[in-house]
C-alpha cells in the first residue's frame, strides 16, 4: 500500500477490476443478494476447498454441511 501516484492508481484500477468482476460473477449465476454479501462469501471462503457455485447456492441447511465457522456469519 504506497501513497505514490503511481500507488494510488494501480489500488483504484484494482479496486474496479474487482467490482467488474463481482457484478460478472453475480450475473452470470443470477445471485439474488447484494455484491457486499457475494464479497463477504468470497472473503471468507477464500482459502477453503469449495467451487464459487457451491458457494453462492448455499442455504443456511446446507451451511452446517461445510464446517466453516466464518461463513455462518454471512447469512445470519
Known sequence: MGTSKNAVMSQVWIAMIYYLLLTYIKYQSKYEKSLFYLHRIIKEAL???????????A???????FKIKEFQLVFW
Open 59 to 65: 442455504t443456511p441447511a446446507r451451511i452446517s454441511d
Open 47 to 57: 482459502l477453503s476447498r469449495l467451487t464459487l457455485i457451491d458457494l453462492l447456492s
